[in-house]
């Protein structure tokens, strides 16, 4: 593994998308456990994007336009009701319990909202397969295959850990009300904003 390879890797996860949204969100909404399994959910949607782009089947999934497109708008329709009730909770502007640890319920809902927010984007099959190839050779073990592939996650799912530790430690100062109404809208319309940039995109 170079250099190279691994400060492409960082700028990529450098780079804010729907999972830092999201993650961060949960973070201010359900508290540190909330963010963290958001994170892991993320991180196990890109291990699974990542292993399924090194054993080929990735390469199905993009050059097959039906899979493709289903993916495509799977992901977008994801997003858009994220940010649905993210303006929702904007509008009501309820927050009760907001000073309470996150329940049980709370913590699955983040795993599983990082973990569709990431595998429904087609897009990161189609960056897998792209950037995998001009640093892993095409007679290279499987190893070296899925070790390059799994430091995307590895690096990505760290990231969003300090911003998990950053957003809880900032959190009991942004539970105000209005506080609150201000992050869930700019949360929804960040979300709605990739949602579109998403559709608009040529494939």
Known sequence: MTWTFLIVVLAVVAVPGPDFVVTLRNTLAGGQVTG??????????????????????????????PVFMTLKWLGIAYLVLLAGQSLRSAWRGQYNGTHQDAEPGQ????????FLCNITNPKMFVFYLSLLPQFVGAEAPLWSWLGHAWTLPLIGTAWLLVIVVLGAAIR?????????????????????GFSGRLALQHD
């Open 107 to 114: 913590r699955r809902r983040g795993l599983r909202q990082g």
């Open 172 to 192: 009991e100062k942004l539970l105000r009300r209005a506080t609150r109404r201000v992050i869930d809208t700019t949360s929804g319309l960040a979300l709605l």
């Open 36 to 65: 963290a399994a958001t994170a892991a959910g993320v991180g196990v949607a890109s291990v699974i994007q990542g292993t399924l782009g090194s054993i080929g089947l990735g390469t199905l999934i993009v050059q097959s336009r």
